[in-house]
């Protein structure tokens, strides 16, 4: 079964920094996409960053330029850098993957359980 298990939230002031890590398991030897939404209170969850398997990124305008996404593949993990951090980015932030050709399945995707973030002015 595959897991997505959220680390490195927590507090911290405005303009401060915080990583975000997001460890996989439960498959081997997949095509994966890996991103980042978040869900503040009373909003919808929305798009933070993507990082295809090609490497390839992208980032929500809110967050360009300040959060850097990335990946270790042996490590099955993904990480969120995320500077100049805002009060408007708290929130509860979620890792998602989507595997293809996995596990059987053409096209799945996993969400972790969400952590949170809370920047203070």
């Known amino acids: 079964q595959v897991q997505l298990v959220e680390s490195g939230g927590g507090s911290v002031e405005a303009g401060g920094a915080l990583r975000l890590s997001c460890a996989a398991s439960?498959?081997?030897?997949?095509?994966?996409?890996m991103s980042w939404y978040r869900q503040a209170p009373g909003k919808e969850r929305e798009f933070v960053s993507l990082?295809?398997?090609?490497?390839?990124?992208s980032y929500a305008d809110s967050v360009k330029g300040r959060f850097t996404i990335s990946r270790d593949n042996f490590k099955n993990t993904l990480y969120l850098q995320m500077n100049s951090l805002k009060p408007e980015d708290t929130a509860m932030y979620y890792c998602?993957?989507?595997?293809?050709?996995?596990?059987?399945?053409?096209?799945?995707?996993?969400w972790g359980q969400g952590i949170q973030v809370t920047v203070s002015s």
């Open positions: 998602k993957i989507r595997l293809r050709w996995c596990l059987g399945y053409a096209d799945v995707s996993y």
């Open positions: 439960g498959y081997t030897s997949c095509t994966s996409d």
């Open positions: 990082i295809l398997s090609s490497d390839s990124r």
